[in-house]
């Protein structure tokens, strides 16, 4: 990786890095520490001091005084700057794959990413940008550079609104039925959080009506956690609620590790029982694919059979590669 003493990121105490973290780290070295990116530096820092001894001849001493002061700021800022793309980039090693690839990010999404990171000092945010950053890293492209500006201007309180909603977030997005219900109530999801979501740019939100997904299969496997639902009397549109990811929230929910919501996945098991909504399970003995409904309005159990076979296909077709 070149010169250790001349590298953007401290890493000392980080012990051995693996192959993606070594990459990554001189991904940053040789695009903001390459011989032509020092000659830019060192240009600037001629040009900045000839206009000094242009301005000494100008001013009075007090400005003189105030040039000092505005020195001194700016290299504080720079220090601080420097201490939070550290941090933040340290925490995105844990998450690196091993098949990341972090010389495909692109050269102006660095940039820019480089800018807003500086200005996380706030421990959660940091490890916001350390997810983006590594996500990245593992596949170029994941995070636009319109996500990167709205990371940017959202507060600590609107991250942490975001983290709830996705707890209520399936392979549809996030199910927003009626916001007043109890299980909504009970985790702040309300008319204001989901305001001050789509403000930020994280949701798009409807008064009237419902989003739906289209063209859906007959047979349904929704996986919610470590659950999973089937539908199997589904039309081929499903009403999802008033709620949906927008680009940037889709892009940020995939990298928002959250705990699933006690008694949601009940919710809507009940909510889509219409719709043949039924848990999996495996029996011992016959070893097929049996689901469960919930209790039907006359009291009674009801069961219905499916082949293992059918469950893999499913499975395969239905299940993301994400925690949600």
């Not at 009075?60 to 002061?69: C, E, S, T, V, W």
Request: some cysteine; glycine content about 6%.
């Amino acid at each position: 990786m070149g010169d250790a003493s001349f590298s953007i990121i401290d890493i000392g105490g980080l012990g051995e890095l693996s192959k993606p973290a070594c990459d990554l780290l001189a991904m940053f070295d040789r695009r903001f520490f390459q011989p032509g990116a020092i000659r830019a530096n060192a240009k600037a820092q001629a040009e900045a001091y000839r206009i000094e001894q242009t301005t000494k001849t100008d001013v009075d001493i007090r400005n003189q005084d105030l040039l000092r002061r505005a020195a001194t700021r700016t290299a504080n800022e720079l220090i601080k700057e420097q201490y939070n793309i550290e941090a933040v980039v340290k925490k995105s090693l844990s998450d690196l794959s091993l098949i990341a690839e972090p010389e495909k990010i692109d050269v102006d999404w660095t940039s820019k990413f480089m800018k807003h990171a500086g200005d996380a000092s706030n421990e959660e945010m940091q490890s916001l940008w350390a997810k983006i950053l590594a996500g990245e890293a593992n596949k170029s492209g994941s995070f636009s550079k319109r996500t990167l500006n709205i990371v940017s201007q959202i507060s600590k309180n609107e991250a942490e609104l975001f983290s709830t909603m996705c707890r209520y977030s399936t392979i549809f997005g996030p199910i927003i039925y009626d916001h007043e219900d109890e299980i909504y109530t009970r985790n702040n999801i309300s008319f204001d959080t989901i305001r001050a979501l789509k403000d930020a740019g994280l949701i798009d939100a409807i008064d009237i009506g419902e989003f739906t997904r289209e063209k859906l299969p007959p047979v349904i496997l929704v996986p919610y956690f470590n659950r999973a639902l089937f539908m199997t009397a589904c039309s081929t549109q499903l009403a999802i609620g008033q709620v949906k990811f927008s680009t940037s929230g889709e892009e940020l929910s995939r990298v928002c590790k959250v705990e699933p919501v006690d008694g949601f996945f009940d919710y809507l098991l009940q909510r889509w029982y219409p719709l043949g909504a039924a848990e999996p399970f495996i029996t011992a003995d016959t070893q097929v694919i049996t689901t469960q409904r919930m209790i039907n309005p006359q009291g009674k159990n009801v069961f219905s059979p499916f082949p293992k076979d059918i469950f893999g296909e499913l499975e395969a077709t239905y299940f993301p590669s994400q925690d949600h």
